[in-house]
Every structure is written in structure tokens, then in C-alpha cells.
């Protein structure tokens, strides 16, 4: 399994525009963007379709003209800008499939003709089990509200499985439930909030991250094979060097935007 991430910041990236933060001033001086979260599976699989995936997509000199697959876990706009299903409607008429909660789907079908069949929509919620572009996709409950319900997800195919957790605090206990015992490859979590506190709970900053993944290693869902990697990034981060050695002490990676992960790793 290739996971592209195509992007690994919050809804507003890292530098924020408007910021002249410590972080965000490292980030500029060495020319380098956090956008917002999304990644590609396989080519196959495009997951949380934000309003600069497109973009992300051909600056990795990537296309999405096999992509049969779209699915987005709430509809907060960094993770959907459904225009993307219109823009696609112009140029083909291959069969994709567009998987999300309740307000994505309701949000996403209004870019459409009600009458066409090139995009079928799939409506699920926490506890479903589904098949879609060649993996066995697994909804879980997520600790954020977006217009209604918000997922993460399990997924997984023959070879490897992944657990790819944004937006989302500190996880339910029925999510915990539900994954424990099932080791994955890879662990996308996210961490918005860095060092500060404060800021609600529907987000990881570094001390709940680091006890989640404290969590999941108890729960048998991470072992020391396990890729840990931190997405949905803010500015509350320290600079690059002092995250990356910070997170290096609980075995998470911080990797950049544009990013290869493949899955399980070969030697």
C-alpha cells in the first residue's frame, strides 16, 4: 500500500498568513508549506478532498485519473470542497464512488446533477464495515462535531492496514474498543494544538497525542513496526527540529508534505 500525503497541516497550514510566530518564521525561511490535511492511497483511493487537493495532487506530479474512490471524514471545508466532483464531471464519465457521513454526502450531491450516475454516493457512519476502491474500510466514531457526525477510519487490504485519525481529540472509547488487538502498519494521528492547552478538546495537542499512541500501543494496535506519523499540524507546534525530537521520544515520525509511505515496510 503507497500513501501519498498530499498534505499535512491544519485548516490553515503552517505558515499562517497572518502569523509571524516562531514556527511560522522557521517554516518560511526554509520555504516550506504544511497544507491542509489529505492523502492518496494507491492512486486509487483520494481521502479527505480539501479545497487544495487538486493542487496537491499535480505538485507531486500525481493525476487522479485512476481514482475510483473519494472519501472525506466530516464536512469541515479544509477536508471538503466537493467542487472537485464537478470539476471531474467535465472530463470523465468513469465510475467513482464518494464515501462519507451523512453531511458530506449531503453537502457533496449538491455539485451534481440529481439525475446522473457517474458518481454513486455511499453514506455511512460509525460501526460500518465497507468496500471501496480494493480495501475494507472500517468507520469509527470520532471525537469532533461537524455539522453532525465526524468519522475516522480502519483501512486495510491483503497486504498492510492503516488507522488514519483527523480531526479528532482524545478517541472515544468505543473507536478504542473496536481497534484493540488489531495491530495496523501505519497511524496517521493527528496534532493541531502542539503546546497549547486550552483550545477544546476535539483536537490532539502533544500531551494527549502522546497518550493516545500510549494507548494504542496498550490496546495492542501499535507495535514497534508500526509507522506513527503526526498529520493535521498547526502553528502551536514548536519549530520543526525541537517537534521532531520531541515526538522521536514516543517513535513518531514528523514527515513533510509529499511525502511516499509505503506499507509494510521493505527491507
Known amino acids: 500500500m503507497e500513501i501519498l500525503l498530499l498534505g499535512t497541516g491544519a485548516s490553515d ?28 492511497i494507491d492512486g486509487r483511493l483520494l481521502v479527505d478532498p480539501g479545497p487544495e487537493a487538486p493542487r496537491q495532487v499535480s505538485r507531486y506530479g500525481r493525476d487522479l485519473s485512476g481514482c475510483v ?66 480495501y475494507r474500510v472500517e468507520a469509527l ?37 473496536a481497534v484493540a488487538g488489531r495491530r495496523v502498519d501505519l497511524v496517521l494521528l493527528e496534532e493541531t494544538f502542539g503546546l497549547a492547552e486550552g483550545k477544546g478538546d476535539q483536537h490532539h495537542n502533544l500531551r494527549t497525542f502522546a497518550d493516545t499512541i500510549a494507548e494504542l500501543r496498550r490496546r495492542a494496535v501499535i507495535d514497534d513496526r508500526t509507522r506513527v506519523v503526526p498529520i493535521h499540524q498547526g502553528h502551536d507546534n514548536p519549530p520543526l527540529q525541537q517537534l521532531q525530537r520531541h515526538l522521536a521520544t514516543i517513535g513518531a515520525e514528523v514527515l513533510t508534505d509529499g511525502t511516499v509511505i509505503v506499507i509494510p515496510a521493505t527491507n
Do not use: K
Not at 502569523?19 to 504544511?34: K, M, P, Q, V
Not at 454516493?121 to 464495515?129: C, K
Not at 477510519?153 to 472515544?172: E, H, K, N
Open 141 to 177: 466514531a470520532a471525537n469532533h462535531e461537524a455539522y453532525g457526525e465526524a468519522l475516522v477510519y480502519r483501512i486495510s487490504d491483503a497486504f498492510a492496514s492503516m488507522l488514519y485519525l483527523t480531526d479528532t481529540g482524545v478517541l472515544p472509547e468505543a473507536t478504542l474498543a
Open 69 to 134: 474512490a473519494i472519501m472525506a471524514g466530516h464536512a469541515h471545508d479544509d477536508h471538503l470542497d466537493p467542487s472537485l466532483l464537478m470539476h471531474r464531471s467535465w472530463v470523465s464519465t468513469t465510475p467513482l464512488t464518494f464515501a462519507g457521513p451523512a453531511p458530506v454526502i449531503e453537502i457533496s450531491q449538491r455539485w451534481l446533477d440529481p439525475e446522473q450516475t457517474t458518481v454513486r454516493f455511499n453514506t455511512v457512519t460509525a460501526g460500518d464495515l465497507f468496500d471501496l476502491a480494493g
Open 13 to 40: 497550514g503552517i505558515p499562517n498568513v497572518f502569523c509571524t510566530c516562531a514556527t511560522c518564521a522557521d517554516y518560511r525561511s526554509r520555504g516550506e508549506l504544511r497544507t491542509p490535511t489529505s492523502i492518496l
